[in-house]
């Protein structure tokens, strides 16, 4: 069946059931739910294959368990979500109600990205069909052992509400071409560009969840061995490849010895043995293995210097494609390293002489997807909050403020447009559908012509007052 047809189709089962019932939609979401339990080794067996080497106790802490706890956060919420919210009604409208009610949208399309092809396929998902709407995803070309097993997953007990589609660029190109009643596309930002034009075709409404460089701000009083394992932990989850890790490191130039010194150490901890550590993941393929090889070839070339995190034989490196966290310092401003989204465990370190340097550092670069704050001091990190913009701050941790349910989770500029988890999610599937009612008696009676009335005259003259 071609993507245009699995559309009709699914306009066509939307059409049928406009306004899904609230045990309708938490029955397909305990059956997502059931289904990934149900799929779960073999959708880390999967992963696994499509990544070369990612830990299955990973790919169920940072996909699976995330995928589940959201599951239940819908469900404990929906029942809330679904109620009629009252508004007020001025008294010159008396008697009357006014309400907003949660519209499903229709046909929602998701364009899932390779780095976390199960969680970034669910999250959103879920959202959508607690909106309750019909939902089409577009699975990533670069991981089609995944691909297959949540197709058969989904294909199990969703279809009268979900559908898969795979394929290449080409396909997913048509897909963003599709008269949508509302597009998510996770990924780049140059890609997420192209997704907005193809949209705007058809007046489609777009969430991007793009990315960027997302900086860690360590400051004089930062703890750094108390830290370091959180900062770590974020930028090597994944091998890096997750679009809120940290990307570049910011710290007074006084510390950078003992903040390199003291990741390295921590890094040695957390992962023994690199080259056959079984935790550790590797890149997703040849091609962004090569991309991180020439950003860290063009820095070194240019005068910066590489602290590896641990060492690995060039040719098992490049075989198993297991490349190690390395930290760079003196990288001059014109190199790619320090201009693109890094994907991966390079992480430049940035020294500052006073903390109004910094800030102006982050400010002067597009705004980013996420920011990393390590400092105990309130009064400093009002002032990070406040001075600074990005699509979601977690302060003295990384990545976590992404698994907090009821917050929402978005970019802001180039790092995206629109958010979902929390609230936000259900309404980011939902037409908030305006609703004034009457009953048999209408005020608006008093403003019929003719406006000649001194009746009328009285009235307007007292609005106008």
């Known amino acids: 069946m071609s993507i245009e047809s699995l559309f009709r189709q699914h306009q066509q089962q939307f059409n049928a059931e406009p306004y899904p019932s609230l045990a309708t939609r938490k029955q397909r979401l305990q059956r997502l739910a059931e289904l990934l339990q149900q799929y779960n080794p073999a959708l880390q067996q999967a992963v696994a294959s499509d990544f070369g080497q990612r830990s299955r106790v990973e790919t169920q802490l940072l996909e699976i368990a995330p995928s589940l706890q959201g599951i239940k956060y819908q469900l404990s919420q929906l029942k809330g979500w679904l109620k009629p919210q009252r508004r007020a009604v001025h008294y010159t409208f008396a008697p009357a109600k006014n309400f907003v009610l949660a519209q499903p949208l229709g046909v929602v399309g998701i364009i899932v990205p390779w780095n976390y092809p199960i969680f970034l396929a669910l999250s959103p998902l ?89 900086p860690a701000l360590l400051t004089a009083d930062t703890d750094l061995v108390h830290f370091s394992r959180r900062l770590l932990f974020g930028k090597t989850a994944n091998a890096g490849q997750t679009c809120v890790a940290p990307d570049y490191v910011l710290v007074p130039k006084a510390r950078i010895p003992a903040l390199i010194s003291q990741l390295q150490a921590d890094f040695a901890k957390l992962h023994p043995d690199f080259a056959a550590n079984p935790d550790y993941s590797t890149v997703i393929n040849t091609q962004h293995y090569q991309r991180l090889q020439q950003l860290l070839s063009e820095a070194l070339s240019k005068g910066a210097t590489a602290y590896p995190c641990a060492v690995i034989g060039s040719e098992l490196q490049q ?136 009746l009328f005259k009285a009235l307007l003259k007292w609005l106008m007052r």
């Open 319 to 454: 075989q198993q494609r297991r490349l190690p966290l390395t930290l760079l310092v003196d990288v001059p401003e014109e190199c790619q390293i320090l201009q693109q989204e890094i994907f991966g465990p390079l992480l430049p370190i940035i020294g500052y002489d006073d903390l109004q340097q910094a800030l102006d550092y982050i400010k002067s670069r597009p705004r980013p997807l996420a920011l990393y704050l390590f400092s105990e001091d309130k009064r400093l990190q009002q002032r990070v909050l406040t001075q600074t913009h990005a699509g979601g701050v977690c302060i003295n941790d990384t990545l976590l403020h992404v698994a907090q349910e009821d917050l929402p989770f978005g970019g802001i500029g180039p790092s995206g447009l629109g958010n979902y988890h929390g609230p936000e999610g259900f309404w980011r599937f939902s037409h908030a559908k305006a609703v004034h009612q009457k009953g048999r008696f209408s005020s608006s009676i008093l403003i019929y012509p003719p406006f000649n009335r001194p």
């Open 126 to 214: 879920m959202a959508a069909l607690s909106a309750g709407n019909q939902v089409m995803l577009k699975l990533s070309e670069f991981t089609p052992a995944t691909n297959a097993v949540l197709a058969e997953m989904l294909a199990e007990g969703l279809t009268d509400c979900v559908s898969v589609v795979q394929g290449d660029a080409g396909v997913a190109a048509a897909f963003a071409a599709l008269p949508f009643d509302h597009l998510l596309f996770t990924g780049s930002t140059s890609v997420g560009r192209k997704v907005m034009q193809a949209a705007a075709a058809n007046l489609t409404p777009v969430t991007l969840e793009l990315g960027g460089k997302s």
